[in-house]
Nanobody, 130 residues
Framework: GIQLVESGGGSVQAGGSLRLSCAAT????????MGWFRQSPGKKREGVAV????????YYDDSVKGRFTISRDTAKNTLYLQMNNLKPEDTGMYYC???????????????????????WGQGTQVTVSS
């Protein structure tokens, strides 16, 4: 079956950097969109960044623009999130997502995956201390 396996999380001080990876396996057709979402305790899951796999266009939440970069290595079927200048408010569980719903990327960023048409990874924890 389809699997998304994240790695690269950890604990850093404010101003530091981390690179998250998501290895995607088990699918026949390339996802329409792929993205990163995060969830902090007591908060709902929110979109961080989405990439449209057809052309590589990227979309970001305003809170991470200029600091985070989403990218994809098609040869390795791996999605990345480079996170620079991390802030304590970036703390949370980060989830990789793959979407086959043909939704516009900004909709995926704002509303997440359509039921039955996407997959989530298990998450990787990012903790930023001040």
């Amino acid at each position: 079956g389809i699997q998304l396996v994240e790695s690269g999380g950890g604990s850093v001080q404010a101003g530091g950097s981390l690179r998250l990876s998501c290895a995607a396996t088990g699918y026949t057709y390339t996802p329409y969109n792929m993205g990163w979402f995060r969830q902090s305790p007591g908060k709902k899951r929110e979109g961080v960044a989405v990439i449209y796999t057809g052309g590589g266009r990227t979309y970001y939440d305003d809170s991470v623009k200029g600091r985070f970069t989403i990218s994809r290595d098609t040869a390795k079927n791996t999605l990345y999130l480079q996170m620079n200048n991390l802030k304590p408010e970036d703390t949370g569980m980060y989830y990789c997502a793959a979407d086959w719903s043909l939704a516009d990327p900004p909709e995926v960023l704002d509303y997440g995956l359509s039921n039955g048409l996407g997959y989530w990874g298990q998450g990787t924890q990012v903790t930023v201390s001040s």
